[in-house]
């Protein structure tokens, strides 16, 4: 399996943007399905967006399925989420997944896939 490392969480206000990345390791992620996952404070893990395997779309560019822009780059290993317009329900803890199939809800349910440790999102004034 995959690692898979989470970062740029933090505290933003509402109506403001913030970008989290997901670092790969132990394997190209060109052939993985790439999915974002976020889990709020009492609620059910949430699929937020997800990006196909072997796409490929340049750096930066959108490839993601979800309200959140995704960006993958295959030549770093690393994918983005481009959170703008955040509201205090955004404040999750957000999951990075890698898959070989493009994941589906009962997979987040059962958290297959390679997932990494979360990174904390917080929405407030």
């Known amino acids: 399996a995959v690692q898979v490392v989470e970062s740029g969480g933090g505290l933003v206000q509402p109506g403001g943007s913030l970008n989290v990345s997901c670092v790969v390791s132990?394997?190209?992620?060109?052939?993985?399905?790439m999915s974002w996952v976020r889990q709020a404070p009492g609620t059910n893990l949430e699929l937020v967006s997800r990006?196909?395997?072997?796409?490929?779309?340049?750096p930066n560019s959108n490839s993601g399925t979800g309200r959140f822009p995704m960006s993958r780059d295959n030549s770093k290993n690393t994918v983005y989420l481009h959170m703008n317009g955040l509201k205090p329900e955004d404040t999750a803890v957000y999951y990075c997944?890698?898959?070989?199939?493009?994941?589906?809800?009962?997979?987040?349910?059962?958290?297959?896939?390679?997932w990494g440790q979360g990174t904390q999102v917080i929405v407030s004034s």
């Open positions: 132990g394997d190209t992620i060109r052939g993985y399905w």
């Open positions: 990006s196909p395997s072997n796409t490929g779309a340049a």
């Open positions: 997944v890698a898959s070989r199939l493009p994941l589906s809800a009962t997979d987040v349910v059962r958290r297959n896939g390679s």
